[in-house]
């Protein structure tokens, strides 16, 4: 049975730290790509970033950019999401997701990704 399973959440206040892990069971995650999304109350999903193929291509969204860093640990088939610097707005749930296949610019589009994750709350506030 193939799942993904996000964990790390928590609160934390505004220039705190968090790291995120999404687990895959039932497949391994070499031959997919996979990405992090978030969700604030009243807002529509949204990317934050993705990892694809052995050189861990990898994509950002804006808004996270130099403060967010995606990774893969092959032999734990865990992909990881360190967010340093958080502030408010980055208070959201997190999901997981996967597709098949490799991209050298993978997508941030929530359409582009079929196996997702139950989500970890993160909340940023002091």
């Known amino acids: 049975q193939y799942q993904l399973a996000e964990s790390g959440g928590g609160v934390v206040q505004p220039g705190g730290s968090l790291r995120l892990s999404c687990a895959a069971t039932g497949f391994t995650l070499d031959y997919w790509t996979i990405a992090w999304f978030r969700q604030a109350p009243g807002k529509e999903r949204e990317g934050v970033s993705c990892?694809?193929?052995?050189?861990?291509?990898?994509n950002y969204a804006e808004s996270v950019k130099g403060r967010f860093t995606i990774s893969r640990h092959n032999a734990k088939n865990t992909v990881y999401l360190q967010m340093n610097s958080l502030k408010p707005e980055d208070t959201a749930v997190y999901y997981c997701?996967?597709?098949?296949?490799?991209?050298?610019?993978?997508?941030?589009?929530?359409?582009?990704?079929?196996?997702w994750g139950q989500g970890t709350q993160v909340t940023v506030s002091s």
């Open positions: 990892i694809s193929g052995t050189d861990d291509w990898t």
């Open positions: 997701a996967t597709v098949p296949g490799l991209f050298r610019l993978c997508p941030l589009a929530t359409t582009s990704y079929g196996r």
